[in-house]
């Protein structure tokens, strides 16, 4: 007994000391962004005067209105497309084994672990071609293509373990495929779809690289791509720049605290089936 | 009808991969000479290096730690304290990386809060611009990504140690094992899957990191920090070696599954 009470406490302090680890950066930003602007204050180090206004003129400064709208603009171009598709191409995988349907499923399984710089060259002289370089287009396009290969799978998981009898009942009862469909499958695949739908939120509006190197105006890039240019812009103004990252932050942070139930969810289980 | 439907969005994907696989194909007609240079020129080879010695970072430490974590805390999973961490140890998995970057640009730089606890303890010869010095560039970068990783490891562990029936580490503990005896024969071949899964994501990280070393180092000081992913970027857009840049690219995304691959064999095969 004394032994396991001993590991108890081994485990709370290692617990404690962990989430310490991970909040202690975020506390570290957020006092930095409190001391006078352009200053070079210490690691964490209450400012003698709060500098709250910091956090407006970051937000001024970073036109957050305006990379509240893209980034919102970005997400809802690509994240109920991409859910769409995922599931009717999940279905067909899942449910429906289309003829060829094991050399498709192995191409998507190849792309999952495809990194995005590897295509990054070639997809930009396309996205040039196209006429599309500078638009959000340039983002959601491609993103819609790259999250494919675990929309789908994401979906097919789902569908690959719905009993058969569901779709012959069905049948029987005269339904066509598309009916099947929408009325029988996508209903019971609602916890499924709304998993995905998180996740493709978070990495829409975390998505960097296409950001920087598709869009040259941060006012059309998402959130993250607008941070960066923002570090490029004020990388020397300590305050500012922290009080700028916590305001880009804010928005996911805010809907993480909101959900964090199905974030956590979402995230575990897209990390094992990713 | 219904075929069409679903064919379609499914046309419309394979034609995205082969979008994907075009681009690629258009760098062979370069070249082979692109791909000798990737493994012939210093500057193309050294990110690669650099790439796998960031999985010692990114997987590694991760992976171990998260692993000592889940297995201390396994009986204190369903309480109050690691529900609150479950949510607290996500943070950095919601943030943008480059505001991880960021972040931690300022806690390592010479002021940040890293020296700072430095001097407190009295390490102060120690501290230094952890991100601008040529030996301790790419190691800060992987504490970063170690940082970002760790929380997201530890949970995917905790969270398969507690699909392991309890009665296990009853009987285990009535043999007279102890901890360390218990986490060889029990926790460690039960969480196979789990280890698999966390060890493939943290290696693609690790491979294809970008927005974290374009933030805090730009792959510098000299190329001491610089990976595939920005080197490629480099190369197609400030060198404007378009050929280069493809085939590092090509190099980079055969590296990843020939690393993956293994990976996924070794712990789907024994299940």
Redesign the interface.
Known sequence: MIV?QR??I???V???L??L??????V??FV?ALHPSGT?????SWPSQPQWSNFADAFTAANMLQLLKSSSLIVLGVVPASV??GT??G??FGH?R?KGHRW?FL??V??L??????????????VRDMGLLNTRWAIILPL???F??FA?LWMRAHFVNVPEELSEAARVDGA???Q??WHVHVPIARPALSSLGILLF?WT??Q??LA??LVDDPGKRT???A??SF?GQFGTN?PL??AG?LL??AP??IV??IF?RQ??TA??AG??K? | ???I???R??I???Q??F??W???G??TWVGFDNYLRVFTDPDLLGPIGNAFKLIVFFSFVPVVLGLA?AA?????AESR??S????????????????AG???T??LSS???????MDAVGLNSLTRAWLGDFSTALPAVGVIGA?VL???C???LL?GISHIDPALYEAARLDGAG?WREFLSITLPSLRQ?IG?CVT?TV?AA??S??IV??STQGGPGNSSMV??LE??YQ??TERQ?GA??AL??V??LL??LV?LPIQWVTKERD
């Open positions: 396991r590991e108890t081994t485990a709370k290692l617990l404690i962990l989430m680890i991970t909040v202690l950066p975020f570290s930003l930095t070079y204050p210490q690691g964490i769409v598709f009717m191409a279905f067909a429906l289309v498709l191409l998507f190849l792309g672990t495809l990194p995005f710089e590897g295509i990054l060259t070639p997809l930009y002289f396309q819609i293509g790259l494919m290969p789908v066509s495929t598309w099947l469909f978070l509006w975390n960097f690289l920087i190197v959130m993250a791509g941070l960066g570090q300590i720049l922290c990252s880009i932050m996911t942070l993480f605290l964090q974030f956590v995230l575990l990390s094992v990713g | 009808m219904y075929a439907f679903v064919l969005p499914m419309v994907s394979v995205y991969s979008y994907k075009n681009g690629i258009a760098s974590i201390t805390t396994r009986q204190i304290l690691a609150v961490a479950r949510t607290v140890l996500f943070l950095p998995q919601v943030i943008p990386l480059v505001a960021i972040i931690w300022w806690l002021t940040g809060l890293v020296n700072q606890v940082w760790l929380g997201l530890t949970l995917l969270a901890p789990e899964v994501v693609i491979l294809a970008f927005d374009y933030i595939p992913g490629i970027y197609a857009f378009v840049a493809s690219g090509v980079l995304m990843v599954l993956v």
